[in-house]
């Protein structure tokens, strides 16, 4: 009678960690390519958060093959960003709410002072060149 007892919980534990495994999988987190007509790939990201609880019991008297269970799962998937790429350059499409402290704001803001600093640096070259010119 013991061996039943673990088979049904083996078996409510195993029932229940499938279909987590089926509600988060690779493509939950990386979606599937979207391509538009214009030729611009947007990939969309996600962040998955996940719980899972399990438990047992024996109820009843030892003549009689008892048992109570019980199982649940959540999954809570939130989109972070997108991938977009257009002409071989890969840019980070943030779709989360805004930083609230300097530190994000400043992380945040790198992307587009690393492009500001390129670009002032081609127009120094450019310009650097017209006058040897």
Do not use: C, W
Not at 52 to 69: A, L, Q, R, V
Not at 80 to 91: E, H, P, Q, S, Y
Not at 111 to 122: A, N, S, T
């Amino acid at each position: 009678m013991e061996n039943n007892k673990n088979t049904h919980l083996s078996s409510l534990m195993q029932s229940t960690m499938e279909k987590v495994h089926e509600m988060v999988d690779t493509n939950s987190i990386v979606g599937q390519p979207i391509t538009t007509p214009d030729g611009v790939t947007l990939i969309p990201v996600s962040k998955v958060s996940f719980g899972f609880g399990s438990g047992g019991g024996d109820y009843g008297k030892p003549s009689k093959d008892g048992f109570g269970g019980g199982s649940g799962a959540g999954v809570r998937i939130d989109p972070v960003a997108f991938l977009v790429i257009k002409d071989g350059t890969t840019r980070v499409l943030p779709v989360a709410v805004p930083p609230v402290s300097s530190v994000e704001r400043i992380v945040d803001m790198v992307p587009d002072v690393l492009d500001r600093v390129e670009k002032f640096i081609d127009k120094k070259s450019a310009k650097a060149e017209e006058e040897v010119l």
